[in-house]
């Protein structure tokens, strides 16, 4: 059930089903849609740069530490040579995929995603550790050209808020706004027909804090509606409504 048209026609099926209050016809929508959706599979691509942590935030987003068995490797050198994909371990249907880092000798931006195979993707989500370079403008403008939604990550955010923490007169939300602001305007102005550019904040230590939540929820909304459940730990939006129908009815 990849293609979109398939979903929304059994959707359309459904809907129509429930109006004709027809539970039988709609019993039977509810489990071709559930026997086909554990056949879409969600695919997240994680780029940057070498050394902007995008490997540790692979394994942070999947739930699991750097050094658990299953973790993409990381380190102060590129360890990713070849794009990878790592299994989300709660939802099987959703793979996280560690790409090589962009700008690296065998991965010039101009021919980064046709080398990474970038079709196979449903978004990227771009991580940088500092500000975003001309490598991260330069992808994002190719994915851009190739209709894929893209996300800034600016990874770290822990070791610049200790950093910051020295200071007398440190104020958190100050200093976040600060970092935020930075990022944004190295990004304004590029070309990336983006207005203001939404910048998420991110320590792959420290998921509670900070803008990991929000990045989630982003993602969630900007997904096709067949792909949107595996961003969320429950049920299916038709078997939920087919539940809640069923219930009215009895």
Known sequence: MEN????????????????????????????????????????????????????????????????????????????????????????????????????????????????VEFDRFDFFIIVSSERFRANDITLAKEIQNMKKKFYFVRSKIDNDMRAEGRKEKFDKDKTLETIRQYCIKGLEGQGLGLGSPKVFLISSFDLVHYDFHDLEETMEKELPDHKRCFMRGYTPPLERSWRSSKCTVC
């Open 4 to 115: 979109i048209d398939e979903v929304s026609a059994v959707k359309i099926a459904f809907e129509d089903a429930m109006k004709n209050n027809n539970l039988t016809i709609a019993a039977g929508k509810i489990q071709e849609y559930l026997k086909e959706i554990n056949n879409v599979v969600l695919n997240i691509a994680v780029t940057g740069e070498t050394g902007s942590g995008k490997s540790s935030f692979v394994n942070a987003f999947r739930g699991i530490k750097n050094n658990e068995e299953g973790a993409a490797p990381t380190g102060v050198v590129e360890t990713t040579m070849e794009a990878k994909a790592y299994p989300h371990p709660k939802y099987p249907n959703m793979q996280v995929w560690d790409l090589p880092g962009i700008g690296t000798a065998n991965f010039k931006p101009e021919k980064y995603l046709q080398k």
